[in-house]
């Protein structure tokens, strides 16, 4: 470059030309005062002046061709050293931005591309892809990291002060927007988050920013900072926000470790009532289901045997309107059978009779039911035994039935 200003500082010097006796110099004189100066520039041997200043032309063209310097082809190998200089290569995930004289021209896409050289046309290449972080409420230097409180206090809507820090995680999706419409990107990410904070803090209570809300809380802020930026046309895209602290200021941090550890005790013993609870409830209900199914067992149990006597007594009672005297002897008789049955006594009637009469004893006793010694009422065990009764009642009954034939003929 210094040479090419030498050059032109020598071909352009001012020095008096020759002017004829008319006016101005000739159209002639000045193209070959020029020629003479661009050969005395390149010429190896001594320069001689005249008297006025000027290099002769005799000496200077007497001399021979060797002792010149090839001018062209400097030029060209100048020219093409320039030229060369225009190749680039965008790396993968970058956009190639050209500006003609200040003023944008195109974008170029990954790869080798060429442009004309400076100062005609420049490039900036962007990363668009790359991701860049933004610290709000935080600063991270020389592996420490500093507060600002005058980022990270907010105020929430239940009128209570958090100490809050986040961090936003933003690439590019418009390279002429982050060149040409932003001066300070950093700044202006910061600004649009910090206040977008704000906002959806203000309208949270204390509770949901510091617990339970929080993945909420970086989704709406994230929606809130993209529109912003978009708003602005900044040409940046928010991936994410991440919450890194959020707690109570420094002053009453100890009052509300206290108030979180009985906020804690409350759902321990929550968690405790509720599998005590999940415990017991279904064995209470099983209970309740298993004695309502028995409760209807019973029900329909007595309503059968009810409407079994109802039956029962109903066909007696026909039976009875149609032969009055042998229904009573009959009904008597099963009577005189239940109770005989469910004693261990033998009676005999011998009166008027002198028939000796042969009765097993031992195997009488043996085959009647012990059962119905423990419970007269049950019909079941009545029904399960009545084989053996049966054997002993026909007995009885016949005998019974002696007795009153005998008892007749003495009444008559």
Not at 291 to 300: G, M, P, T
Not at 354 to 372: A, E, G, T, V
């Amino acid at each position: 470059m210094e040479i090419m200003q030498n050059l032109v500082g020598k071909i352009f010097s001012k020095k008096p030309l020759r002017a004829s006796n008319e006016g101005p110099p000739d159209l002639d004189d000045l193209f070959k005062d020029l020629r003479n100066k661009i050969d005395n520039l390149f010429r190896t041997g001594p320069k001689r002046l005249n008297g006025g200043g000027n290099f002769n032309q005799n000496q200077g063209t007497s001399n021979n061709g060797s002792d010149r310097i090839p001018v062209l082809p400097i030029i060209i190998i100048v020219l093409l050293i320039w030229l060369a200089t225009g190749f680039y290569i965008v790396d993968q995930g970058s956009r190639g931005i050209e500006l003609r004289f200040g003023k944008y021209l195109q974008t170029t896409q990954p790869g080798p591309s060429w442009h004309l050289p400076y100062p005609i046309e420049t490039v900036e290449v962007v990363n668009q892809e790359e991701v860049r972080t933004i610290e709000v409420g935080y600063r991270t230097a020389g592996g420490g990291t500093t507060q600002e409180l005058r980022e990270s206090l907010m105020l929430t809507g239940d009128e209570n002060i958090i100490d809050l820090q986040f961090a936003v995680q933003y690439n590019l999706k418009s390279s002429e927007d982050y060149l040409f419409k932003n001066r300070s990107t950093d700044s202006a990410v910061r600004g649009a988050a910090e206040s977008a904070m704000r906002e959806i803090v203000g309208k949270s209570k204390m509770d949901f920013v510091l617990y339970e809300g929080r993945e909420e809380i970086a989704l709406k802020t994230k929606e809130l900072v993209q529109f912003i930026l978009d708003l602005y046309q900044t040409g940046i895209n928010i991936t994410s926000i991440t919450m890194q602290n959020a707690q109570p200021p420094e002053q009453v941090q100890a009052a509300f470790d206290d108030a979180v550890k009985a906020k804690q005790d409350l759902e321990r013993q929550k968690n405790e009532g509720l599998a005590y609870a999940n415990d017991i409830v279904p064995k209470a209900t099983g209970s309740a289901s298993r004695l309502l199914a028995e409760a209807n067992a019973y029900k329909i149990s007595v309503e059968n045997e009810s409407k079994g006597r109802a039956s029962r007594f109903s066909q007696i009672l026909d039976e009875y309107l149609l032969a009055p005297v042998v229904t009573r002897n009959r009904l008597f008789l099963e009577a005189q059978e239940q109770i005989l049955s469910s004693v261990s006594k033998i009676i005999v009637d011998q009166k008027g009779s002198n028939s000796l009469l042969y009765l097993p004893l031992d195997k009488m006793i043996n085959k009647q039911p012990r059962s119905l010694n423990k419970d007269q009422s049950s019909r079941g065990s009545v029904n399960s035994d009545k084989s053996a009764a049966d054997r002993i009642n026909s007995t009885t009954t016949e005998r019974s039935r002696g007795t009153f034939r005998t008892r007749e003929r003495d009444a008559r």
